[in-house]
């Protein structure tokens, strides 16, 4: 099923850009959207391009991923990315609308959703998430500031490539509506989870998710009265994003861990910003 999620995700995605963000040449940030410049100045294919852009990152991630998460997310690197080559040069798909504002809406929608679905089969199209990963190592920066800011230098730097404030302002509400419907698609109106893991094997989870998540978690005292046993419970706090990727986490490590998802409607601290 979750194979069927990364299809129709990359799909969507691919139409995003082919038929409403490269047409009216706004970019919504990510490695696509340097692909995008770099288009804008060549003539090279944005697919094409963006694959070969991600690969070293993918390289250099791959620890930080874990093995079949990053197969996954290769996979969805590659077919997203063709499928972008593939609606602009042999299909030839012509944009419904002329007016850039409405491009940007519906580019930021599509891309959004797309991404969503993609996120919801445990996979991701790399990019800025991994770049982001790989800085919060070196940093004492968020994953998801880091994103902030390379989008936004992305952003910019197409605004400046095609002298047009316009579009750069229209990058950045195409980026802020894909951000949003990919949070929608995820988790609903919630921004966080709080997760409890009971397993045999609570020591090594927690240290992946130390390790691959770079996030906190504190272990509770827990008994059963049924087996009269020490059971610690597992407790960490995550974003929407990152549920695919701690489930399977988990589901990896051990199959039979007892694992409660529960919305959060707020928190405060590091990592997390206060809800708007």
Not at 160 to 173: N, R, V
């Amino acid at each position: 099923m979750k194979i069927v999620y990364v299809i129709i995700g990359g799909v969507i995605f691919a139409l995003g850009y082919a038929a409403f963000l490269i047409p009216h040449r706004i970019v919504p940030g990510g490695i696509s959207g340097i692909a995008m410049i770099l288009r804008f100045l060549y003539n090279t294919p944005v697919g094409i391009v963006a694959i070969i852009l991600n690969i070293p990152l993918f390289i250099i991630a791959l620890r930080v991923l874990g093995i079949s998460f990053s197969v996954k997310s290769l996979i969805a690197i590659i077919y997203t990315n063709l499928l972008i080559d593939f609606f602009v040069y042999s299909v030839q798909i012509q944009t419904p609308t002329q007016n850039v504002v409405l491009a940007a809406l519906y580019g930021g929608i599509l891309l959004g959703l797309g991404l969503g679905l993609i996120f919801r089969g445990d996979a991701s199209t790399g990019g800025t998430d991994i770049v982001g990963q790989i800085m919060n190592r070196y940093t004492n920066m968020s994953v998801g500031m880091w994103i902030m800011i390379v989008d936004f230098a992305v952003i910019t730097t197409a605004g400046i490539t095609t002298h047009s404030i316009e579009l750069a302002l229209l990058g950045y509400l195409a980026l802020f509506l894909s951000s949003k419907i990919i949070d929608l698609v995820l988790e609903g109106i919630d921004y966080a989870r709080a997760a409890f893991v009971i397993s045999t094997k609570s020591n090594k989870i927690t240290d992946e998710i130390y390790e691959k998540m770079q996030r906190g978690v504190t272990i509770l005292a827990g008994h059963s009265p049924y087996s009269k046993e020490e059971r610690p419970v597992i407790m960490c706090v995550i974003t929407k994003k990152e549920t695919p990727f701690f489930k399977s986490l988990v589901s990896n490590i051990d199959k039979n861990a007892f694992v409660i998802l529960t919305d959060v409607f707020e928190v405060l601290g590091r990592g997390f910003r206060s809800r708007v």
